[in-house]
């Protein structure tokens, strides 16, 4: 399973971004795999931002951007989204989608390039 993000970018503190992650084999459907995103700012670990279930129907968000972030999926599109509202320069890293266990939200998948969000005036 090979995941594509896109939708990073450098924005202001307080403003919003909206990542996608969508399958790059065409024809591949999300719909039967949990999705997490995760992220790695420079000199520190990858940490997990968010998971949703194959249904959507559960969600799990870190308490650093919980009330800011909104996992969602779209399994018609393939595509799972993370919509980020309200950011901070902490938010700054590499933003990666992959599959997840669930409901531990472990990364069961190979990492991807990742999309780059810099958030800073």
């Known amino acids: 399973l090979r995941l594509v993000e896109s939708g990073g970018g450098l924005v202001q503190p307080g403003g919003s971004l909206r990542l996608s992650c969508i399958a790059s084999?065409?024809?591949?459907?999300?719909?039967?795999?949990?999705i997490g995103w995760f992220r790695q700012a420079p000199g520190k670990e990858r940490e997990r931002v968010s998971c949703?279930?194959?249904?959507?129907?559960?969600?799990k968000y870190a308490d650093s951007v919980k009330g800011r972030f909104t996992i969602s999926r779209d399994n018609a599109k393939r595509t799972v989204y993370l919509q980020m509202d309200s950011l901070k320069p902490d938010d700054t890293g590499v933003y990666h989608c992959?599959?997840?266990?669930?409901?531990?939200?472990?990364?069961?998948?190979?990492w991807g390039q990742g999309t780059q969000v810099t958030v800073s005036s």
């Open positions: 992959t599959a997840v266990s669930i409901p531990s939200c472990t990364p069961v998948n190979s």
């Open positions: 084999e065409p024809g591949l459907n999300l719909d039967a795999y949990g």
């Open positions: 949703i279930t194959s249904n959507g129907d559960t969600t």
